[in-house]
């Protein structure tokens, strides 16, 4: 869902960092914008968390999301 929100210019930046944190099985720490209910641009910093199990399967994400 908050991968819709992310403003186009973005995307591609996001969705590398999540990859990596992925592939690599690390957490991460972004910043971006997102396209909020109203239209209006909002910068955020995201601080994530992945946990894998013992298949390497991603079981859960945790974090935080800030307005800047």
């Not at 720490?29 to 994530?48: D, S, T």
Request: charged share 30%; glycine share 4%; with cysteine.
């Amino acid at each position: 869902y908050i991968l819709k929100r992310v403003y186009h210019e973005d995307l591609p930046k996001v969705e590398a960092v999540i990859k990596k944190a992925f592939e690599e099985k690390i957490g991460y720490i972004i910043e971006y914008r997102i396209v909020n209910m109203n239209g209006a641009l909002q910068k955020v910093k995201v601080h994530a968390e992945t946990y894998f199990n013992e298949n390497n399967e991603l079981i859960n994400i945790t974090g935080t999301i800030c307005r800047l």
